[in-house]
């Protein structure tokens, strides 16, 4: 057990100090050692995630592409798209950097369970996550009553509701990124800085948080996309009208109704700002 | 070594039983093919040794991607799949409880349509308007000749105690309610455009749900204080109604339609069980709140 723990350990530590991690054995992970089938499979599982973009691309009606994308519906939607995807990963960070403390740093009563209410939103079907959020947050909700009587706020078919759904599903994919990277990072460091005078505050923000700079940006941006995506929890919450809560995943939906041509357009979109913001982030951020 | 003998073995063994489990499921396949199937499917399977061969393969197949495509399997032996508007969510429920060899894919019919038209195996399509019928008629993907088989009505709805004080069909242009219309690109959205525009009120909509249930959900939470959605659903929702005169001719009607121009029987039966007088689909409709089809609307001819 310690021995299989120790140098994943010392190998963070590295990885997560500048990158050019030359203690990293690279070429030892040549084709060479590994099996064929694992490599046929996986690059067979490569080819079936690629195959319905290639799918999308091939069936993109390039040359009408500016005019479908130049409706204002659509720009509408990609605008309040931008907002809600970017104030829900705000709202993730916020909120989702001192749950994972917690969860790595505490000692919890039972950790499994506290672990597993963070997934659940992973693995609650969108529209169940909406309704429950109605359940909790909605006019007549558990919470949302007394928001609505004391303080006269409805979150239901406003742009702020938007935000609350997609937030309550990406927060898992950056609380578990986040946490996983502070139980590799150990708490080493946080006793060396504790030893050398530092205050609680003074080792988080000086010296945990860069350590574990990747994963904040990897946990952001998955958090990120997956707000960009949402759809069910929006459509169950929040509703859907234009410039307030109709967002792209929405429109695109509504799209494919009344005109598969233009809901094909902005799935490309979607997916080009997707992979744009992805790609850019892996190379500058996240360890490769 | 050991430990790679025991794989061995259990692999083995795996294989035998699936060998047989296989054999099992040709033997069982092949018998449930009736006479006038197998013509139809042997376009797909060539000769009787190539038969089982075939059958194993198409078995695979429609475990892998449901269905082994356009060139048309219509053997009893796969699920007859009904498409259904999901207004009739209940109707299809009662209908087909317990009836293993029916697959029931609920959606807004347009979005059926659209499926259908994007090659989704289906047998049978009920839409819940004239229009979306016509579209998959019109695109081909529907090739039985549509049946009117019910009429809904839209009904001005609010929640049970209609907290809102909602009086009629002018209160959908308040600002200071919480409403919802479906999105006028699903029947019931267009439906209630037409009525409202017709009635001369401009509704500010707060939510425009893309389908009915999911606007008769939010009403019946309170979350909305009116709506527009069938009387069947509101029924089923447990809804308030308010007497609004200007909806009563806004009537959609409900059609279905096989998807082979000359469905084989057991397909048929299907179909039956909604358009016959006395039957259980016709009877589910009634007893649901839907209205017979004696305000039929002229059934456009597709050309």
Known sequence: MRQRQR????????????????????????????????????????????????????????SSLPTLLGESEVLEALRLSLVVSVAATAACVVLGLPLA?????????????ARAVVMLPMVLPPVVAG??????????????????????????????????AAAFVALPFFVVTVEAALRQAGDDLDEAAATLGAGPWATVVHVVLPTIRPALAAGAALSWARALGEFGATLTFAGNFPGRTRTLP?????????????AVAISLVLMAVALAVLVTLRDRWMPR | MGCVALVWAVRERSEQERETRKQRRITTWVDSV????????????????????????????????????????DGAGRDVVVMA?????????????????VTPVI???????????????????????????????SEGSVHGEPVLIAVNVLVLATPAGNPGGVTGLADLGRGDLLTGLCAAEVPCGTLARQALDEAGIAPSADTLELNVRALATKLSLGELDAGLVYATDARMAGLATVDAPELSDHVNGYYIASVSAEPPPH?????????????????????????????RPVWPVPA
Not at chain 1, 250 to 262: D, I, K, S
Request: charged share 15%; hydrophobic share 50%.
């Open chain 1, 7 to 62: 140098p994943r350990h010392i190998q963070a530590l590295t990885a997560a100090s500048p990158p050019d991690d030359a203690a990293e054995p690279g070429p030892a992970r040549s084709a060479s050692q590994l099996p064929a089938a694992l490599t046929v499979v996986g690059f067979v599982a490569l080819g079936l995630l690629a195959l319905p973009i290639v799918g999308l691309l091939q069936r993109t009606p390039w």
């Open chain 1, 250 to 262: 929405l429109e695109t939906y509504l799209a494919l109704e009344r005109n598969p041509e233009a």
């Open chain 2, 107 to 137: 959606a807004g019919s347009s979005t059926l349509v659209a499926q259908l038209a994007a090659g989704a195996g289906a047998d049978v399509l009920i839409t819940a308007n004239s229009a979306t019928m016509e579209q998959a008629v």
């Open chain 2, 85 to 101: 508007a999901s207004s009739l969510t209940d109707v299809i429920e009662t209908v087909f409880e317990g009836r293993d060899s």
């Open chain 2, 34 to 73: 009736p006479m006038t199937a197998v013509s139809v499917t042997g376009r797909c399977h060539r000769g009787p040794t190539g038969l089982r061969a075939a059958a194993v393969v198409s078995a695979a197949v429609a475990m892998l991607v449901s269905g082994c495509g356009d060139t048309a399997d």
């Open chain 1, 101 to 113: 403390f917690v969860l790595a740093r505490r000692r919890l009563r039972s950790p499994r369970v």
């Open chain 1, 131 to 164: 309704t429950a959020l109605l359940f909790a947050l909605g006019r007549r909700g558990l919470v949302g009553q007394w928001l609505d009587t004391w303080f006269g706020v409805s979150l239901p078919f406003t742009t702020a509701g938007a935000v609350v």
């Open chain 2, 267 to 295: 397909i048929q039966a299907v179909i039956e069980d909604f358009t016959v007088l006395g039957s259980v689909g016709a009877k589910a409709l009634y007893a649901y709140g839907f209205l017979g089809s004696d305000r």
